[in-house]
């Protein structure tokens, strides 16, 4: 089965957005073992997108269209389909009747011209977009399965998984389990080397290192006829990375830093505050953003204004005019100041020169503080790039350092 | 002139690495007004480079290459070029000279096999890669110019911009223009309907309608022969829009909201401060983002607990009690207790219930409360989506009612 992936939309061909559904939808086919030669983008024009569906199905067995679907005049994909296809447009009235009712939940009124969602090319079958108004369609052109998606990642992502991926596979039923491990703490070489030998080595299993967001992950990937043996082919592998890497890892396949930082917590029964300068709330709203977080995360001073760390926090006046606010002993006021405001037993404290500017600090400079029933910690971090980058690495940074601090783990001076 | 972008990598077929380079160099395209139909990826394997070269020669006037000009076996490009011209490569002494002594001056010996970067297909032209080994290819195949690039975005992009596009434009001289107008309030399909007749009749200018985070934007793109007369196009379709889309509109061009809220506090002297809940601290992240947002944000109280909103912001227990914790009351009391914690001139207070399961209201419920110096304003908005799409959607629609707020307009009830 090869897969190719045409991607639609002028807005990509003019560099305003980057074509991250391919990377998305290629990484999945990977993953499910689905050979994946070719992928071609085109813009919002009709010919162009009816000559570009022709030519993949020319060489794939089956091509994912991502993108034109919405309820505007340039949205083509439709049209383009039945055009390739060599059939006309009908119209859906079930699917005309889930639109309405869509937006009636939402106490509005549907526009006319949104009753283009309810075409579909005659023949096609429709694939329910849980979370959107555009259904995806299915069809026939020559021997290739044609497929369009809708392009908004959030909306396309869970009906590959759940319809796409499983209907190319098909009766394929080999196996191909993968199993992500979650580290923090070195630098992608870093981690390589450790695992040099093991890389050289692989084939099934194979092993491969992506970095994001200041996290390296080691991804092992196995394909056997059943998942047993998938998984009897990855454990000693991953056994092998646990023992070198050690604390490096905090988890594994969806355990994100926030989610095991909350598992961690409740194990102990105890609640989480933070007090956030350079990171502008950005840790309370990475921890918030997982189901249930009120739980143990009881909410954030973000001390934005000099005055505000001394009057919602409680930070000494005498002791930021005598260290400066990016200091170890104000990172550390702020975390116990967090602690006994909020309420919590945790507490982070944080305060940094984000940038572009320097304040007081040079541009990147990040002191994360943590404080526990047990004592508090604290660490100067000098962070590399720009604002956005060192805002990133600083959230980051903070919710291992807490992940560290639960565990009883030295946290190091990397 | 008509030019495609075809790039080389299987790491990019199997998402390991996203085609940032079709998107830099497609925004340069666009800039350059250089037309731009179609991009393609393909991997490191002979006949489907050669194939994808000769597909695009037969649709384009010029076709920029990236990837697969380093040292390696899978580094396919030279020859691939050569076989779809049907030419030899020929070993260009000059440049092997040149490779040398940049190994020379690095202090290392170079392996034997970096000599493939001194070969070249025969009638071809070298370009000057000043930051790296690989030096970019320029050929004639067919009536088409075939630049091969080197894929390190480090180096691709200084040599497109001094050397392929000057080459690519010759002797044009059109400028191409464009203005993005940044609207909220209304859904895509009600935006375009308001524009219909102005899509249907539009050539040059043209526009186009762009939906991302729960704002629409609208494109209006002019090619002329001077920037002069390009920004003159655009003046009267911009003047029309602006008519009718009225205070739906919020800014232009880099005008994010963050920036307009900003903008709009500092004109008036006044300051910001967030009381959020559901949000989790996002608004203040958003804020924070801007360099500079210090001179008029101040903080946030991030009040996720109930007993927080109490101690942190003075929401009266009996207010809860009687109403609940999502409810307009709570919200008018959060916003106006952050306003006189943080002593600001103006203060967001938001409440609701982001999912997945509900918390007194049904999912998506979000009250949104705005208290400034001529008093404090309050809208219940019902979210579509899952919980981390109603956490985006507030966080824009609090920073678009700051700023309703900030100009007096009334909030709607939509």
Same mark, same amino acid.
């Given at each position: 089965?090869i ?5 639609i939309?002028t ?8 074509n991250?559904?391919a ?10 073992g689905?050979e ?6 085109v813009?919002d024009?009709?010919?162009r ?6 030519a993949?199905c020319s ?21 383009a ?8 447009l009908?119209?859906d009235?079930?699917q005309?009747?889930r639109?309405?009712e869509?937006?009636?939940l ?12 309810a075409?579909?090319p005659?023949?096609s ?15 026939r ?20 998984e ?8 098909g009766?394929d ?12 703490g ?33 991804r092992?990937?196995?394909?056997a006829a059943?998942?047993?043996e998938a ?7 991953e ?11 905090f988890?594994? /396949? +969806? ?11 409740e %194990? @102990?029964?105890? !609640?989480?505050? #933070? ?6 709330g950005l840790?309370?709203?990475?921890i918030t ?7 143990a ?28 606010v990016?200091s ?8 116990e100041?967090?602690?006994s ?17 320097p ?5 990147g ?8 029933? /047990? +004592?508090?910690r ?9 604002? %956005? @980058?060192v805002? !990133?690495f600083? #959230? ?12 009883g783990?030295?946290?190091?001076t990397?």
């Open positions: 089965m897969v190719e992936i045409l991607a939309g807005e990509l061909l003019l560099g305003q957005i980057v991250s559904n990377t998305q939808i290629g990484e999945r086919l990977a993953d499910a689905l994946h030669y070719q992928q071609t983008v813009g024009n009709d010919a997108i009816v000559a570009a569906i022709t993949a060489r794939a067995d089956a091509v994912i269209i991502t993108g034109g679907l919405g309820p505007t005049q340039d949205d083509l994909t439709r049209e389909m039945a055009r390739a296809a060599g059939v006309e009908v119209f009235e079930e005309a009747d639109l309405r869509r937006w009636k939402r106490g509005r009124v549907m526009p006319d011209s949104n009753l283009q969602q075409e579909r005659a023949g079958t429709l694939i329910a977009n849980p979370k959107g108004t555009a259904p995806g369609i299915r069809m052109i020559g021997d290739t399965w044609v497929i369009a998606l809708p392009g908004v990642p959030a909306e396309m992502i869970p009906m590959l759940t319809n796409v991926i499983p209907f190319l596979r009766d039923r080999s196996v191909v389990a993968s199993r992500l491990i979650r580290t923090w070195e630098s992608e070489s870093a981690v390589a080397e450790m695992l040099g030998d093991l890389y050289d080595a692989s084939s099934n299993p194979t092993i491969a290192f992506l970095a994001s967001g200041g996290e390296i992950k080691v092992i990937t196995a394909k059943t998942q047993v998984t009897e082919l990855i454990a000693p592998v056994t092998t990375i646990r023992d070198r890497l050690g604390t490096l890892i988890g594994a /396949d +969806g355990d994100t830093i926030e989610v095991v930082v909350l598992k961690a917590l %194990e @102990r029964g105890w !609640t989480l505050g #933070t007090a956030e300068s350079a990171t502008g840790v309370a709203g990475r953003s997982v189901p249930g977080s009120s739980r995360f009881r909410g954030s001073i973000v001390a934005y204004a000099t005055d505000v760390k001394e009057s919602a926090l409680g930070v000494p006046a005498d002791m930021i005019a005598a260290y400066g990016v170890e002993p104000v990172g550390v006021a702020m975390a100041g967090a602690r405001v909020l309420g919590t037993d945790v507490a982070l404290g944080l305060t940094g020169s984000a940038g572009p500017d304040q007081e600090q040079p541009v400079t990040i002191v994360i503080a943590v404080a526990t029933p /047990d +004592g508090t604290v660490r100067t971090f000098r962070m590399p790039g720009d604002r %956005e @980058r805002r !990133t600083a #959230t980051t940074a903070s919710l291992q350092l807490i992940r560290l601090s639960l565990q783990v030295e946290w190091g990397g």
